[in-house]
């Protein structure tokens, strides 16, 4: 199983990323998957669960800001993230679960992590 995010770096408060997740070794197109993050000393948090079927939820921290989507040909995962604030700034980690309870994200219940790309927003 491989799982790569990309896309991190450093943006002002306002701007925008995006973010990917490219996975390979398992059935991308049947497993629900999410978006965390980590930042020091705080617990990681979801920040967005996608069905296999691409029905997408959020936090109310991220809602209306974050936008996940899929391309299951490419077994591709993407976090579009925009007005983003300096809170954001943490670890961002894609994983993956054959099933989740979008409404319960947790990080323990996902199987498949990448090792995270960073992201960094400025005042």
């Known amino acids: 199983v491989q799982q790569a995010e990309s896309g991190g770096g450093s943006v002002q408060a306002g701007g925008s990323l995006r973010l990917s997740c490219k996975a390979a070794g398992y059935p991308f197109s049947t497993y629900y998957m999410g978006w965390f993050r980590q930042s020091p000393g705080k617990e990681r948090e979801g920040v967005a669960c996608i069905t296999s079927d691409g029905y997408a939820s959020y936090p109310d921290s991220v809602k209306g800001r974050f936008t996940a989507s899929r391309d299951n040909n490419k077994n591709l995962l993407i976090l579009q993230m925009n007005r983003l604030k300096p809170e954001d700034t943490a670890l961002y980690y894609c994983?993956?679960?054959?099933?989740?309870?979008?409404?319960?994200?947790?990080?323990?219940?996902?199987?498949?992590w990448g090792q995270g790309t960073q992201v960094t927003v400025s005042s």
């Open positions: 994983a993956a679960v054959r099933w989740a309870s979008c409404a319960n994200l947790r990080p323990i219940d996902f199987d498949y």
